[in-house]
């Protein structure tokens, strides 16, 4: 299956070599949104190689590197490795697994639960070992996670968290707001842009690597699109297409 992509349209100051906004959709806010979800661990893992996660990394690989005989026996490791974050769980779309790859997508793939077979009781556990405390029968019966219909979406047909009414503006320190002609003038204002010819518009793509470098500049950075996207030393590799408008009337 293609790798999710996300599209922005960049509005870039050539001369102060900077990007000042991005036009972009639901799509993409749902995703900068959804970073606020991601569990510790799992930034952390995406994260630990680049020296930006400090001592978090060393507790991760603590975790890894511990052999399973000291782990309880009703517990697994990837409980802490490659926990589930909470948009997984509901079943959004797919933009907003940019940064999950490798993790558990739905609560089962994680772990299972167990209920006993013989009475009504509520009880469940996640050892099919366990003695039901009523009947005093083994929990055996397995147990089925059924999603929300739709993956959480509204009763307006959209999943994910804001509504795709309005284009969206992506600031490059990440603020988000909705776009209007208005807001535009003001920022090139706020920026004190002189000259509209030095702005030029360009089409780009944000995949997992972007995402991931995404995350990065995030956490280090108050010009995040412009580190990402314009700074080819960081090795990014930017997928762009030029639009023919090359400035702004």
């Known amino acids: 299956m293609a790798e999710p ?24 806010v749902d ?8 569990p510790v661990a799992r930034v952390t893992s995406l994260l630990k190689n680049d020296g930006v996660m400090g001592s978090l990394a060393n507790i991760y690989e603590s975790v890894e590197n511990l052999h399973e005989s000291y782990i309880q026996p009703n517990q697994s490791k990837d ?17 907003l697994t940019l940064l999950l790859n490798d993790a558990p997508t739905t609560m089962t793939d994680e772990k299972k639960f167990y209920k006993c077979r013989y009475c009504s009781a ?18 055996s019966g397995n147990m089925s996670y059924v999603a929300p219909a ?17 284009t969206y503006m992506v600031l490059d320190d990440l603020s988000v707001r909705p776009l209007s002609s208005i807001s535009s003038i003001n920022l090139l204002n706020k920026f004190n842009v002189k000259d509209v010819s030095a702005l030029e518009e360009k089409d780009v793509h944000l995949g997992m690597n972007e995402a991931v470098k995404l995350l990065k500049a995030s956490l280090q950075s108050k010009k995040v699109l412009t ?22 009337d």
């Open 79 to 95: 409980t802490l490795l490659k926990p589930i974050p909470p948009t997984a769980i509901r079943g959004y779309s797919a933009p």
């Open 122 to 139: 509520s009880n469940f556990t996640d050892d099919q070992t366990t003695v039901c405390p009523n009947c005093r029968n083994i929990m």
């Open 150 to 166: 739709g993956g959480q979406q509204a009763s307006s047909g959209e999943g994910g968290f804001v509504k795709g009414v309005v």
């Open 31 to 38: 995703f900068l949104f959804h970073i606020l979800s991601l």
């Open 227 to 248: 580190d990402v996207f314009l700074e080819n030393v960081t090795g990014c590799e930017l997928q762009v297409e030029e639009t023919n408008e090359g400035s702004l």
């Open 5 to 28: 992509t996300l599209s922005l349209k960049l509005l870039i100051d050539t001369k102060g070599k900077r990007v000042l906004f991005a036009e972009t959709d639901k799509d993409c």
